[in-house]
């Protein structure tokens, strides 16, 4: 997998997944992972809004082993996490159209809507929340 790909998957999953619940995890272990990295090429650059992502593609040649490896950890997790999202929502489509469509996705708003009509749901989006949440 090209490096510049993970990095824009990376930039692109963290900022466009605000809510997500594992995102301060996955930020705190790349960061951890790349500090001497992010120290060595990227201390002048502010924080937020994918600079210091954009920083450490620029430097994409020079950064560390350990560091690129925690990004394909990060890519690969946020790679299943899509996966498990599509899923619940293909085969919970029914249930989130007529059971929660006054509800806003993210922050786990539509897993608490699911639990409320879990009476309701049909056995294929009780087995893909299940699958995925493994309740």
Known sequence: MNIKVIWTAAALAIVASPAALAQDTLVEHLVLACESDIENYCSKVTPGNGRLLHCMA?????????????????ASLLEQLSVAINYVANECSTEIETLCSDVVAGEGRLLACFDKHEEELGDACKKAIADTVGE
């Open 58 to 74: 620029a430097h994409e040649d020079k950064i560390s082993g350990q560091c690129v490896y925690a990004f394909y950890q990060a």
